[in-house]
């Protein structure tokens, strides 16, 4: 073999362990693209998934240390797409302490699945009660605490969309509403809305008028989005998650605001902080004609019905009502308890309900 002849055998090898190397290359980003093709069809697929709600918890020590890590064991057990908390991290009548916001944020981050959070009044709204609180300030705490990124909580955050425009108040004037997110996930669309108890912030200590007229505009601009979006991804439902029991007729003056069904006027005297948003609401439920699943906290009484009517009186049938357990501090860990949904793009209701019955949280009847 002559020196030429050398040189050309090591160039032929040098080229086939190019070719050899670009294969692999390919090869590599063909299943790269691969992946990520399957994970975005995974994303927007409409299989059917489970996801846990939650909320008014904990309202005493025996709650915080007993009940609410068995509550959140057994959300572990079982395979949820994310959980939802509707707000209320402490009870009423307990001060606002920085130690509030932490357990919270270390219960959230100890739970597998994705972690979603709206506020509730005993946050924020309610601190006042103290003086040496203000209730802006509150919520801006929450905000940096809880909504710094466009991820929830938990050990699989979910990215989400954050709320801009229109402006809420903090203690300095304007600030982005960013506690509202929005998310889609095989084929349903979620948002979370700020709206409180205590007449969304227009009764109780120190109402605040001002704060309430930048949010409640907010929280309508959002909720309008969110089924201008969902109409736009041909989403099979929606479900808005947040605190406050708005009222939605005259039937239970004992847990809710009361209100005229066919005009959404409250009746019982009290600042009516929820009209305009709930005949705006209803405006959306009746164009969007799917189901539509309304949940929140607040009263403290699991039930699901369907109280919203049109304004001949008719009921909606798309609408559904879900109100989570919670409260309830006097026997301590008995309705520290969690609701299971059942979410099936393919059916045509899309949520069914499953009640779960913690077996450590049983107080009135033991576990078997």
Known sequence: MTMKDHGLDQSGRKTQVLHKVVLLAVILLTVAAASTYRANAGADSRTPYAIGLWGDLPYNSTQATVGVPNLIADMNSQKLAFTAHDGDLKSGGSECTDSVYTQAIAYFNSL??????????????????????????????????????????????????????????????????????????????????????????????????????????????????????????????????????????????????????????????????????????????????????YVHGDSHYLRIDKPFLNDLGQRLENFTRVETFGDHAENNN??????????????????????????????????P
């Open 112 to 293: 597998h699945a994705a972690a979603i959070f709206t506020p509730g009044d005993n946050d924020w709204t309610d601190c006042d009660r103290n003086p040496a609180y203000s209730s802006r300030a509150q919520l801006d705490k929450e905000r940096a605490l809880f909504f710094a990124t466009k991820f929830s909580l938990g050990q699989r955050p979910l990215k989400q969309e954050v709320q801009s425009t229109p402006l809420c108040l903090g203690v300095n004037g304007p600030a982005p509403c960013s506690e509202n997110r929005r998310w889609t996930f095989n084929g349903v669309t979620y948002a979370t809305l700020n709206i409180q108890g205590s007449c969304n912030n227009l009764c109780d200590t120190a109402p605040d008028p001002d704060e309430y007229a930048a949010r409640n505009a907010a929280d309508i601009a959002w909720m309008q989005d969110t089924f201008a979006e969902a109409k736009s991804l041909n989403s099979v439902a929606v479900m808005l998650i947040s605190q406050a029991d708005p009222g939605f007729d005259a039937t239970d003056a004992t847990r809710g605001p009361v209100r005229d069904p066919k005009t959404l006027a409250e009746t019982d005297g009290q600042p009516d902080g929820y009209q305009e948003f709930l005949v705006a609401l209803r405006d959306q439920v009746v164009a969007f004609a799917k189901p539509v699943a």
């Open 334 to 367: 008995n309705d520290v308890q969690w609701l299971k949904v059942l979410v099936d793009p393919r059916t045509r209701e899309v949520f069914a309900y499953q009640q779960q019955i913690v077996p450590g949280n049983r107080v009135a009847v033991p576990a």
